[in-house]
């Protein structure tokens, strides 16, 4: 059964210092896998999608990678502000289905 | 922009009471699913439908239905609600095939009493 794994579980950072969300998977079958961030209390909104073909994606500040033989993705934030604050969260596909794994998630902190 | 609606933010019911929470997608995607998150255990998944009238169980479907009558439409109904059915409800959608991105809508926040 996939197993998808996230450290640290939580971080705090001051304003404006780069970082590296991790994100580790145990079935390197994977279709695709996706960030997410979720806020307190409310849905989780998309931040990327990378293809098990693709080894990176970015958008904006945020640059992430898979590495499928190591079982690895890093979700990296440039120039972190505090409205990055927030749970992030990385999820795989069940084998066969549709629906998704979930990690267990990242509450980052940034301090102004 | 997909847009995906939930029709409640917060929702407070009793115990025995029949639950109704809906969820709307507006991209015509034919997968829909139903989570549920609590702290510590995170996502799981309650219910998929990957076309109308039709639906699959997920990891954890007891005590819950789900109606799929319209392609941007998926209910996800608690027959008879529990305490233990207290928690954070999430509905996703996304296209046919399974590479494609998953979108979830803001939540609907469900206490029993």
């Known amino acids: 059964k996939q197993e998808v794994t996230q450290i640290p579980a939580a971080l705090s950072v001051p304003e404006g210092e780069n970082l590296v969300l991790n994100c580790s998977f145990t079935?390197?079958?994977?279709?695709?896998l996706q960030w997410f961030r979720q806020d307190p209390g409310k849905g989780l909104t998309s931040l990327l999608l990378?293809?098990?073909?693709?080894r990176e994606q970015t958008s904006g500040r945020l640059n992430a990678s898979l590495d499928k033989s190591s079982g690895r993705s890093t979700l990296y934030i440039a120039a972190s502000q505090p409205g990055d604050s927030a749970t992030y969260l990385c999820?795989?596909?069940?084998?066969?289905?549709?629906?998704?794994?979930f990690g267990t998630g990242t509450r980052l902190t940034v301090i102004p | 922009d997909v847009k995906v609606t939930q029709s409640s933010r917060y929702l407070v019911k009793r115990t025995g009471e029949k639950v109704f929470l809906e969820c709307v997608q507006d991209?015509?995607?034919?997968?829909m699913f139903w989570y549920r998150q609590d702290p510590g255990l995170g996502l799981r998944l309650i219910y998929f439908?990957?076309?109308?009238?039709?639906?699959e169980k997920g990891d954890i479907p007891e005590g819950y239905s789900v109606s799929r009558e319209k392609k941007e439409r998926f209910s996800l109904i608690l027959e008879s609600a529990s305490t233990n059915q207290t928690s954070m409800y999430l509905c996703?959608?996304?296209?046919?095939?399974?590479?494609?991105?998953?979108?979830f809508g803001p939540g609907t926040r469900l206490t029993v009493t």
């Open positions: 999820a795989v596909p069940k084998r066969g289905a549709n629906n998704l794994f």
């Open positions: 079935d390197s079958a994977i279709y695709n």
């Open positions: 990378i293809q098990s073909s693709q």
């Open positions: 991209m015509d995607h034919e997968n």
């Open positions: 439908s990957y076309d109308v009238k039709m639906k």
């Open positions: 996703a959608s996304n296209r046919g095939a399974r590479v494609y991105e998953q979108y």
